[in-house]
Each structure stands twice: as structure tokens, then as C-alpha cells.
């Protein structure tokens, strides 16, 4: 079974900057397709960035292209979200999602983390 846990989150001001990880165990990191999703309140979860197992390719929601990075560390079996320039809207629980096909849709993904809390204060 894989067990997914996110770390990172905070409270941040607009403009700064942020990283947070996805650790993973029972299973590693470059085997499976690693995204990040993230749900303000009264809103849905949505897609915000995610990291090919295959090429490292990744893809993000037009909402943060140019301002977040996913990247993977397999040594640390760790896949990290930087959040730079930070808007208030960027409020939210961010999740860590796992899949072999995982892509940019949350039921693509089999397991999921607990989330962790960014709050963006204006």
C-alpha cells in the first residue's frame, strides 16, 4: 500500500515563495505519475501541476504556469511543489495525488495525501 504524505504548508504572504513536499512510502516516487491538486474552501479540488514517471515531463493549471515548479528528488523518494510569487487566490489545501496514469484529472490518481494547508495573506 502506498502512503502519501505532504509537508510545507503555511501561512505566507503575497509575493513569497513556498515549497512544499510529497513523501512517499511503499512505493517510489518515479514509478508512478505525481501530481498536486489543491481545494480553496466552497470550491472543487483542482488540478495544479503534475510529473511524468515516464520523461520527468510535467504540466501545469494555466493559473500557476510561470510561477510554480514540480520537480522530483528519487533519492529522497520526495516530489516538491515551489510556489513563487504567491497570490492570495493560491489559498488552499494542496494534495499530493499518485498514479501510473495520473495526469491532470483527480480520478486518474489511486492514492492520495492528507493535504497541507497554504493560506496567502494579501
Known amino acids: 500500500q502506498v502512503h502519501v504524505s505532504e509537508s510545507g504548508g503555511g501561512l505566507v504572504q503575497a509575493g513569497d515563495s513556498r515549497r512544499l513536499s510529497c513523501g512517499v512510502s511503499g512505493g517510489t516516487v518515479n514509478a508512478y505519475n505525481m501530481g498536486w491538486f489543491r481545494q480553496a474552501p466552497g470550491k472543487e479540488r483542482e488540478f495544479v501541476a503534475v510529473i511524468s514517471r515516464i520523461d520527468g515531463s510535467t504540466n501545469y493549471a494555466d493559473s500557476v504556469k510561470g510561477r510554480f515548479t514540480i520537480s522530483r528528488d528519487n533519492a529522497e523518494n520526495t516530489v516538491y511543489l515551489q510556489m513563487n510569487s504567491l497570490k492570495p487566490e493560491d489559498t488552499a489545501t494542496y494534495y499530493c495525488?499518485?498514479?501510473?496514469?495520473?495526469?491532470?484529472?483527480?480520478?486518474?490518481?489511486?492514492?492520495w495525501g492528507q493535504g497541507t494547508q497554504v493560506t496567502v495573506s494579501s
Open positions: 495525488a499518485v498514479g501510473r496514469v495520473g495526469w491532470n484529472r483527480d480520478y486518474q490518481y489511486n492514492f
